[in-house]
């Protein structure tokens, strides 16, 4: 396994007498699109200000690639581009020109390299329009563009979704997916919903109340094929006996409705055995558990706000 990108060890914040983060620890790897997911307040922005070194750490430390962000600022924070806060944009320059004025700020910056971000992120038709014709969205490309110049190991994201509409989003979800394979570059997003990030995650990490309480791998399979049946069937005694008996399905409810949970792909072999066995089979109502219900049962609160 390659080294990780970033490491997150043992991180602590206090604030004042407020403890903020705790217990902090998680990796991200390379080329890895990680959300970091949890409800307002839960801590997000704050371990990001830590990570790119904008606030001080109480306790652990934060390594990329190698080196400590509090002993070797400098070496550690030239292999990460973020958009922490919103990206400073001068609204009467044209997009290639905000670009250009950044890229002054760094050493080394071509002007091939700032035509290849823009291509990442797919404003080339765009560059010459001034930045107050943008939309949210383009405007959001315009800085990931920004803070990929320096090409950086890892990029840093503080809910690049929000106030986007559901055609933005999915714009930011497919530009996000391509500069980690095109890049190879490590991405970190933070959102309050998971719907809105899910679909470009290779991994998520959920954080509450300043602790991190899960981290779940998208890319298995196993979580994404199990579903929830509702069956529809008479005796429904009788079914339920039959459910028992058959391996690899649990039965979650039997008062109100018959429910049970079980791979998408054992539905036709329990809809066959209860022919068989005379049960009438009038329903079969799948509901895919998504990771949403599983986030939502994790953090225990409704979050969607
Ligand atoms: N400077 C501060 N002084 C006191 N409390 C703070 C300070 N900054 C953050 N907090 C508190 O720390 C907790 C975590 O805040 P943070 O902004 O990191 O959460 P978040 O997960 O990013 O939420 P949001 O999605 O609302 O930004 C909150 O309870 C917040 O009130």
């Known amino acids: 396994m390659s080294e990780s990108t970033m490491k997150i060890i043992d991180l602590h914040k206090d604030i004042g ?3 903020i983060i705790r217990n902090l620890n998680f990796e991200i790897r390379p080329g890895e699109v990680f959300g970091f997911i949890g409800p ?3 801590g ?3 371990t990001i200000r830590m990570m790119v070194g904008l606030i001080g750490i109480t306790k652990g430390d934060v390594v990329i690639k190698g080196h400590s962000i509090k002993k070797e600022y400098r070496k550690a924070i030239s292999e990460v581009g973020a958009i922490v806060e919103n990206p400073e944009m001068y609204p009467f320059m ?3 020109q905000n670009l250009k004025h950044f890229a002054r700020m760094s050493n080394g910056i071509t002007d091939e390299r700032i035509k290849e971000v823009i291509q990442l992120v797919g404003l080339d038709n765009a560059i010459g329009t001034k930045v ?6 383009m405007r959001q490309r315009l800085g990931i563009a920004q803070a990929l110049l320096h090409s950086p190991s890892v990029l840093i994201l503080d809910e690049p979704t929000n106030g986007l509409d559901p055609a933005g989003i999915r714009e930011i979800r497919r530009y996000i997916r391509r500069l980690a394979v095109e890049e190879n570059v490590s991405v970190i997003v933070s959102s309050h919903l998971l719907s809105e990030i899910e679909l470009m995650c290779d991994r998520i990490g959920i954080i509450k109340n300043g602790k991190l309480i899960a981290t779940n791998d998208l890319n298995e399979e196993s979580d994404t094929d199990t579903s929830i049946v509702n069956l529809d069937v008479n005796p429904k005694e009788e079914a339920i006996e039959v459910l028992r008996t058959m391996p690899d399905i649990e039965v979650l409810e039997t008062a109100d409705r018959l429910q049970i949970r079980l791979k998408r792909d054992d539905i036709p072999h329990l809809v066959t055995t209860l022919v068989h066995r005379d049960i009438e089979v009038y329903g079969v109502n799948v509901t895919q558990t998504t990771l949403e219900d599983r986030f939502l049962e994790m953090i225990g609160e409704n979050v969607i706000d």
């Not at 107050?132 to 969205?137: D, E, F």
């Open 44 to 46: 997000k922005t704050t």
């Open 17 to 19: 007498r407020k403890q």
């Open 132 to 137: 107050g014709k943008y939309s949210l969205g």
């Open 40 to 42: 307002n307040g839960a």
């Open 94 to 96: 044209t997009g290639w």
